[in-house]
């Protein structure tokens, strides 16, 4: 079964509004979203391997905001750019957007904490979006 974005439903991530106050600041630190799309990436994040990694969104170019093209992103592992480990889920983009905000904001570099967890369908990459809640 594929989900609404074309992705199976084992590889179609995970997130909810419901986790967010109305600003989009998560309501609690435990607060993650797992990236859609890392089927085809099981090579790269088998390289990065499991464990605490920081991941990377690049702003939408005006050119994907009119298209809606999905939101790719990049882990950051022993000071090292990955290719492309997966996509933010469909409808959630505001939300990871506004956590890279968050970051720039408070001065800190645009990286969010993440994981990388081995499941039973590959390895999956949680954003940790929760720690991005109050910065200082």
Request: glycine share 8%; with cysteine; charged share 30%.
């Amino acid at each position: 079964m594929k989900s609404f974005d074309g992705y199976p439903k084992s590889d179609a991530g995970s997130g909810s509004y419901r986790q967010y106050s109305y600003d989009l600041i998560p309501t609690n630190k435990r607060v993650t979203m797992r990236l859609a799309g890392s089927d085809p990436c099981q090579d790269e994040l088998k390289r990065t391997g499991t464990g605490d990694v920081e991941a990377f969104i690049s702003k939408r170019t005006v050119e994907e905001e009119r298209t809606d093209a999905p939101v790719a992103v990049r882990l950051f592992s022993d000071s090292r750019m990955t290719g492309v480990v997966g996509y933010i889920p469909r409808g959630l983009e505001a939300v990871a957007l506004e956590a890279v905000a968050r970051l720039e904001n408070a001065g800190r570099q645009s990286r969010i904490p993440c994981t990388v967890v081995e499941t039973r369908q590959g390895y999956r990459v949680d954003l940790l979006i929760g720690l991005t809640r109050k910065l200082s």
